[in-house]
């Protein structure tokens, strides 16, 4: 089983998210099991823009006040799933949409980065704080193909805005993934961040986990993704530039990007 982060970036593009889905479709059509996680970032921040509510990132995490949340649950719940599960049916596959809270998947609790040694209260930004694999597996089985959303929400109903890239980790690691792969658009991870010379081929769980705080912006909660898919229960995880559906192509075969590895 693998399961595909699709970043809100690669989705902003019409075109490459054609491409992407098509090449999904046909892994999946194949034999492959695959659920689908989707980011949205691009779509938040115009949706905001419309409705004239500022916001701010901090370390990689959108600072979500109730407004933003209310934005964040109408976009990525409501206009993206339904286009990106809409997408799939096209394609030929029997594509169920969901949000991260729905039937267990993930109940979530708050969660304030680390900024320079100084937490940081980012509002309604949530993790996992359980998964449960038990409606995903069942979907699987049945050959459904499942998009989610990364809206999870507390015990008390509360909606919480979990990064998409950590949503994707905590998922995987619940279903025991073969792969998480993780499609975005940087070539994988550096190194020596950001500088891109220093691209790593594959690496080992301990040995990211040694250069796990030198990240920031986007790709800080990438790692943090790929450390906790890794650490709960997936095999491996791979980073790839997904503007080249050659690319895309490859990953789905096992081939290239940065592979991490327990």
Same mark, same amino acid.
């Given at each position: 089983?693998? $399961?595909?982060?699709?970043?809100?970036?690669?989705?902003?593009?019409?075109a490459e998210n054609d491409r992407i889905v098509d090449a999904i479709s046909v892994f999946h059509k194949n034999g492959?099991?695959?659920?689908? $996680?989707?980011?949205?970032?691009?779509? $938040?921040?115009?949706?905001?823009? !419309?409705?004239? !509510?500022?916001?701010?990132?901090?370390?990689?995490?959108?600072?979500?006040?109730?407004?933003?949340?209310? !934005?964040?649950?109408?976009? *990525?719940?409501?206009?993206? *799933?339904?286009? *990106?599960?809409?997408?799939?049916?096209?394609?030929?596959?029997?594509?169920?949409?969901?949000?991260? &809270?729905?039937?267990?998947?993930?109940?979530?609790?708050?969660?304030?980065?680390?900024?320079?040694?100084? $937490?940081?209260?980012?509002? *309604?930004?949530?993790?996992?704080?359980?998964?449960?694999?038990?409606?995903?597996?069942l979907l699987i089985e049945h050959r459904y193909l499942p998009v989610i959303s990364p809206v999870s929400v507390q015990?008390?109903?509360?909606?919480?805005?979990?990064?998409?890239?950590?949503?994707?980790?905590?998922?995987?690691?619940?279903?025991?993934?073969?792969?998480?792969?993780?499609?975005?658009?940087?070539?994988?991870?550096?190194?020596?961040?950001?500088?891109?010379?220093?691209?790593?081929?594959?690496?080992?769980?301990?040995?990211?986990?040694? !250069?796990?705080?030198?990240?920031?912006?986007?790709?800080?909660?990438?790692v943090k993704a790929v450390i906790t898919a890794l650490s709960s229960g997936a095999s491996k995880a791979r980073i790839?530039? &997904?503007?080249?559906?050659?690319?895309?192509?490859?990953?789905?075969?096992?081939?290239?990007?940065?592979?991490?590895?327990?």
């Open positions: 089983m693998i $399961v595909v982060k699709y970043g809100g970036h690669v989705l902003d593009s019409a492959g099991e695959v659920i689908v $996680v989707h980011g949205g970032g691009p779509a $938040v921040d115009q949706e905001l823009e !419309i409705h004239g !509510i500022s916001t701010t990132m901090a370390s990689g995490y959108r600072v979500t006040t109730p407004e933003v949340m209310e !934005i964040v649950q109408q976009t *990525l719940s409501g206009s993206v *799933l339904r286009t *990106l599960t809409n997408k799939f049916i096209a394609s030929g596959v029997n594509a169920v949409g969901l949000s991260a &809270g729905d039937g267990a998947i993930m109940r979530a609790r708050k969660y304030s980065p680390i900024i320079n040694g100084q $937490v940081v209260d980012a509002g *309604l930004v949530g993790e996992a704080e359980t998964t449960d694999p038990t409606l995903l597996n015990a008390n109903g509360q909606a919480l805005n979990v990064n998409g890239d950590i949503a994707a980790g905590s998922i995987a690691g619940s279903l025991l993934a073969k792969e998480v792969l993780f499609i975005t658009d940087v070539p994988g991870i550096y190194r020596h961040w950001p500088d891109p010379s220093t691209l790593i081929s594959e690496i080992t769980l301990g040995e990211l986990q040694q !250069i796990a705080s030198t990240f920031s912006e986007g790709m800080a909660p990438k790839i530039d &997904g503007r080249e559906i050659a690319n895309i192509e490859r990953a789905l075969r096992g081939i290239g990007g940065t592979v991490v590895t327990r």
